[in-house]
């Protein structure tokens, strides 16, 4: 086995967390083909204890830790810098120590950069063979959020878009190649930095599907009542806070008028405070940090994902998709998942649309999603071992 640098912005574990799962496949994927040296950011102190399952994984390791606060002022620093702050924020002395010695002891043939911000460590790579996994067009995602935002936070955030465009272009200059979560966004980038244009492919990201699989038993978590419609994911995340917030007040009201007895349950660990009001309204909980969110899938009437910001392909939706629910999502949730047709996943684009559609698969109306089907896609197009392929062949010399 030849050794490979794996540096990310975050630890690629546990792989239940939705920023975490296409990292972790990733990583799991190159430990059976080459010596995996991982320097990674610790940002949440519950993930210290993951370190360990990392060490039995990799051949090195170092994680270096990025509380709030420094966090916070090394992003401030990104104004005087005329950079964006999210870039700022990741460059460390001690990672930048390790990646030079790392190279230095190991001598990796490759680097797999995971997220933009890792780009602050290319210089050290010299020789390299380097792949930049973007993910999403990150910038483009700011863009969205600023044009959501009151002022002054809107000129924040178009700031934002308009540095980490530009460092996203400067970083695709410097590598061998690019890969993002999805098609249609490798085509945005494409667009956007025509200049990388042939050094940058999609990695569709996937989903296990014998962990997300409707084939066993799973407890119901919940109580006796009227149909279910279920939104999961982490619900301090902006995006997914504005959606449920959407769903709660603006469409739920839409679905009880003809399912009286509709419930919505927001299921996610850190619900933001927005968040944990909703659970005041009629027919909404608010469940905070739960076991296993397969528990919660299976059993709903209805998978949601209403969000109005979103890029590349949303683990939500295919994970729902996986466990044979119906999904309902907005056109932006569904953007990223190409080929999908009507009766593997419905697709809405404003409150009165989406409300129609939960109410049609809530009552049995024909036409809607049927569970088989989105299965079948999900085998067929987002299984892992298929879509990772692409990432050997970029590595290659």
């Known amino acids: 086995m030849e050794d490979l640098l794996y540096l990310a912005h975050r630890i690629p574990y546990p792989p239940n967390k939705g920023d975490k799962i296409r990292s972790w496949h990733i990583l ?146 410097q590598v061998d190649a690019c890969v993002l979560v999805s098609e249609p966004e490798a085509a945005l980038f494409r667009e956007r930095v025509p200049q990388a244009a042939r050094k940058t492919f999609a990695l569709t990201s996937s989903v296990d599907t014998e962990r997300f699989s409707a084939a066993r038993s799973y407890p119901d978590p919940y109580p006796a009542g009227g149909p279910v419609i279920a939104f999961t994911g982490a619900m301090d995340y902006w995006p997914n806070v504005d959606a449920v917030c959407w769903f709660a007040q603006g469409i739920l009201p839409l679905v009880r008028e003809r399912v009286a007895d509709a419930r919505f349950y927001i299921v996610g660990f850190k619900p933001a405070p927005e968040v944990q009001a909703l659970a005041g309204l009629p027919g909404v909980t608010v469940t905070g940090a739960i076991a296993d969110t397969r528990d919660y899938i299976v059993h709903a009437g209805c998978i949601v994902a209403p969000l109005r910001v979103a890029r590349g392909i949303q683990n939500k939706v295919l994970e729902a998709m996986a466990m044979e629910k119906p999904v309902v999502a907005s056109r932006q949730a569904a953007q990223g998942l190409a080929g999908m047709q009507p009766g593997e996943l419905a697709v809405a684009d404003t409150a009165e649309g989406i409300a129609d559609a939960v109410v049609a698969v809530l009552t049995g109306r024909p036409g809607m999603p049927d569970g088989q089907a989105a299965r079948r896609r999900v085998l067929e197009n987002y299984g892992w071992a298929a879509n990772l392929q692409v990432l050997d062949r970029v590595l290659a010399p």
């Open 28 to 173: 799991k994927h190159l430990a059976e083909r080459w010596r995996v040296h991982l320097g990674c950011f610790i940002d949440d102190p519950e993930d210290w204890q993951h370190t360990g399952v990392l060490d039995g994984v990799c051949a090195s390791t170092f994680f270096a830790p990025l509380p709030r606060l420094k966090a916070r002022a090394r992003s401030l620093t990104g104004l005087l810098r005329g950079e964006a702050l999210s870039v700022a924020c990741y460059r460390d002395a001690a990672m930048r120590d390790w990646v030079r010695a790392t190279v230095g002891r190991a001598k990796p043939r490759a680097a797999l950069l995971y997220s933009s911000q890792t780009g602050v460590y290319l210089d050290e790579l010299s020789g390299l063979r380097t792949v930049m996994d973007l993910v999403d067009v990150d910038s483009d995602k700011w863009a969205q959020y600023a044009r959501a935002m009151p002022r002054p936070m809107r000129w924040l955030y178009e700031r934002e878009a308009r540095t980490l465009a530009r460092f996203e272009a400067q970083v695709a200059g």
